[in-house]
């Protein structure tokens, strides 16, 4: 095991709860620390306060992945931070459409954004779990569960078929110093099928409706489904203004759609406003 001593500044910095740390934040160069091995990080006193992987190509030397604990056996980390990301997502009502699993930093799981869809492809229910690998410690934790990919994740989806796309086609990655490789499909679903999928999203009635995305190599995941508070929040900003007064005259408003991609704030918009 690696040990990762922290400067009194990168301490702070630790304590502070950043989950990050530089390669100026270490007492020595990070060089030698295989790209995504992990690592232990230890106090400027000398004492183990937490775990992290470690990338001596990055500026960002190591990514927080514990304190005050090791992550332990790979698997059996990965599903625990998983499980706690997804019951999360179900308190808050998500997870019967179209959802975000797994954020990176922002659910202990730093360089893997995981989107969950809930589709309808060929006639039947399906989930596509659509995993973006961004960096070299991530990379390690996917290629970990090798083939046994897809069980792992039908625990989270039980009364559908799922398939796992797994993304490495971020440029990205080549500041990680591992580079983008093909697109990789694990489950009953082909690239066709894939590429015109008809994903379900909550409306402003928290109603599903369905949009046709590409998620084997639409942006990102495949779709930003972590706009989808901020479509809300535009949807909450509209509606004082569909007074009786102006009620008629909805059907004439017009909604600037920027960098559009496939349309879904200008869709949802239209949606809202037309009623």
């Not at 301490?11 to 620390?33: A, E, Q």
């Not at 779709?223 to 007064?245: C, G, S, Y």
Request: aromatic share 10%; proline share 5%.
């Amino acid at each position: 095991m690696h040990k990762c001593q922290l400067t009194p500044k990168g301490f702070r910095r630790f304590l502070s709860g950043h989950p990050w740390v530089f390669s100026n934040d270490l007492t020595h160069s990070p060089k030698g620390i295989p790209p995504g091995a992990e690592v232990e990080l230890i106090s400027p006193r000398g004492d183990f306060v937490g775990s992290a992987y470690g990338n001596p190509h990055s500026l960002i030397a190591c990514r927080v992945t514990a304190r005050n604990s090791r992550m332990g056996d790979v698997k059996s980390f990965l599903l625990m931070r998983l499980h706690e990301a997804y019951s999360l997502r179900q308190r808050l009502g998500l997870t019967s459409l179209s959802h975000r699993l797994c954020f990176s930093e922002a659910d202990g799981l730093p360089g893997l954004v995981i989107d969950s869809f809930r589709s309808k492809i060929s006639g039947r229910d399906q989930w596509v779990i659509s995993i973006e690998v961004l960096t070299a410690g991530a990379e390690e934790w996917i290629k970990s569960l090798g083939s046994s990919i897809t069980e792992f994740f039908q625990g989270f989806y039980q009364n559908a078929p799922i398939t796992i796309v797994i993304r490495r086609d971020s440029s990205f990655r080549t500041l990680e110093g591992i580079g983008t490789e093909p697109v990789q499909i694990f489950g009953p679903l082909s690239e066709g099928e894939l590429t015109t999928a008809a994903i379900q999203l909550s409306d402003f009635n928290s109603e599903p409706f369905s949009l046709n995305v590409n998620l084997f190599s639409g942006q990102k995941t495949g779709f930003f489904l972590d706009q989808n508070d901020n479509v809300r929040r535009l949807l909450q900003l509209l509606k004082p203004r569909l007074t009786e007064q102006n009620d008629k005259q909805k059907n004439k408003w017009k909604i600037l759609d920027l960098c559009c991609y496939v349309g879904r704030w200008g869709v949802q918009a239209a949606r809202f406003l037309n009623h």
